[in-house]
């Protein structure tokens, strides 16, 4: 039925008198001259590195997604969003996806090529019908090593990590400590990109690996220069020219664990010490003369201690009898008794009870 309004109304272009109208022309004739389209892409390439999963859509890495969620509804959430992305128009519009994409096709090696169609509706005019289009986009998916997996399957790192003692061996703990410490990091790098050791070595001489990235390396080695109160160093190498001829370097980093480490039995200023504790830039030695414990610039025990570790024999004693100022001490390898001062036996000691030690040049040392 017609209108008042719309009676006697005609298309500008066709001449139909059949409404409604909006700019003088009919429905068919104003969506001619102002056609509505919506830009959504007909085809979109992904690769999924079956290695570290890591997805490429349109060029662009997507890996930081969860991947306990099923690759299915992941693949599908970042199709849509890049369909969605490269939606411009003022426009409001509605959309529905439908796709057959499928966890199992997705798994398997090879291309794989998946169709989901958009389903666009919209409103624009009041006066006129509803707006609705079926697009569709052709999913390539292609399941390949990524570069970063292939660079790694090849071998590839920047860096070397190497930590050997001031003058000296590591012992097991410090051996122990420094696999903790690498173990912990790359724990914590689990799933980044591009980070990885290679080829880990650990004996008396130290530690050795080579590492993926030099960002990698000098995190490594200030934490274990940090836990050890090391020294850190680098050395630059030119090792290559990489595919766009730009010289490509080889750093090695280097951690130094200090020449004393805790335990260790030195000599200065012609008396005894046991190594407690070592920072930066100090020392901290305890006297076998009367287990006091004392602290010291590191640098001048460095320059002018005696490192005697190496040179003194382990013995084990018992504490047979005490006075209150002096002891007798029974040295367990041959049951010979010593007189000693109380002041040089560990605090704490009871009669009764063995003490660990050492002899050094026919005299005895209680260590605990
Ligand atoms: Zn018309
Ligand atoms: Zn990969």
């Known amino acids: 039925m017609r209108t008042i309004s719309q009676s006697g109304r005609f298309c500008a272009v066709c001449g139909?008198?059949?409404?409604?109208?909006?700019e003088n022309l009919c429905e068919k004739c104003y969506k001619k001259e102002n056609p509505i389209e919506f830009d959504i892409q007909n085809k979109?390439?992904?690769?999924?590195?079956?290695?570290?999963?890591?997805?490429?859509?349109?060029?662009?890495?997507?890996?930081?997604?969860?991947?306990?969620?099923?690759?299915?509804?992941?693949?599908?959430?970042?199709?849509?969003?890049k369909i969605l992305e490269k939606i411009h128009t003022d426009i409001d519009y509605h959309y529905e996806f439908e796709d057959n994409i499928e966890e199992s096709k997705i798994m398997n090696y090879g291309v794989k090529e998946f169709e989901l169609r958009t389903n666009i509706t919209a409103k624009p005019f009041e006066e006129f019908s509803e707006f609705e289009k079926n697009y569709h986009t052709r999913i390539k998916m292609v399941r390949t090593s990524c570069d970063l997996c292939v660079r790694h399957k090849a071998g590839y790192f920047e860096a070397i990590l190497q930590v050997r003692g001031e003058n000296r061996k590591l012992t097991e703990t410090e051996q122990e400590n420094i696999e903790g410490?690498?173990?912990?990091?790359?724990?914590?790098?689990?799933?980044?990109?591009m980070s990885y050791?290679?080829?880990?070595?650990?004996?008396?001489?130290?530690?050795?690996?080579?590492?993926?990235?030099?960002?990698?390396?000098?995190?490594?080695?200030?934490?274990?220069?940090?836990?050890?109160?090391?020294?850190?160093?680098?050395?630059?190498?030119?090792?290559?020219?990489?595919?766009?001829?730009?010289?490509?370097?080889?750093?090695?980093?280097?951690?130094r664990l200090p020449e004393y480490a805790s335990g260790d039995i030195i000599e200065f200023e012609n008396k005894?010490?046991?190594?407690?504790?070592?920072?930066?830039?100090?020392?901290?030695?305890?006297?076998?003369?009367?287990?006091?414990?004392?602290?010291?610039?590191?640098?001048?025990?460095?320059?002018?201690?005696?490192?005697?570790?190496?040179?003194?024999?382990?013995?084990?004693?018992?504490l047979v009898s005490s006075d209150g100022m002096n002891v007798v001490?029974?040295?367990?390898?041959?049951?010979?008794?010593?007189?000693?001062?109380?002041?040089?036996?560990?605090?704490?000691?009871?009669?009764?009870?063995?003490?660990?030690g050492f002899i050094y040049e026919d005299r005895n040392y209680y260590i605990e």
Not at 16 to 22: A, F, K, N
Not at 48 to 69: A, F, G, H, M, R
Request: charged letters at 35%.
């Open 16 to 22: 139909t008198t059949e409404g409604p109208y909006l």
């Open 44 to 81: 979109i390439n992904v690769i999924i590195c079956p290695l570290c999963l890591s997805i490429k859509i349109q060029n662009t890495v997507v890996d930081t997604w969860n991947k306990e969620d099923g690759l299915e509804d992941i693949m599908r959430e970042m199709v849509e969003r």
């Open 181 to 193: 410490i690498v173990d912990r990091i790359m724990t914590r790098y689990i799933d980044a990109k």
């Open 197 to 255: 050791i290679i080829d880990p070595e650990t004996d008396v001489d130290g530690f050795t690996c080579k590492v993926s990235t030099k960002y990698l390396a000098e995190t490594i080695a200030r934490e274990i220069k940090s836990a050890t109160a090391g020294k850190m160093n680098v050395a630059y190498e030119l090792k290559t020219k990489n595919k766009e001829g730009i010289d490509v370097y080889q750093n090695t980093y280097l951690v």
């Open 272 to 318: 005894m010490w046991i190594v407690k504790q070592i920072t930066e830039r100090q020392i901290k030695l305890e006297s076998f003369d009367n287990h006091e414990q004392k602290k010291f610039d590191r640098k001048r025990i460095e320059n002018r201690g005696k490192k005697l570790t190496e040179s003194v024999v382990e013995r084990e004693f018992l």
């Open 329 to 356: 001490i029974m040295a367990l390898d041959n049951y010979e008794n010593f007189d000693d001062d109380l002041k040089r036996i560990p605090l704490n000691k009871q009669v009764g009870e063995n003490i660990m």
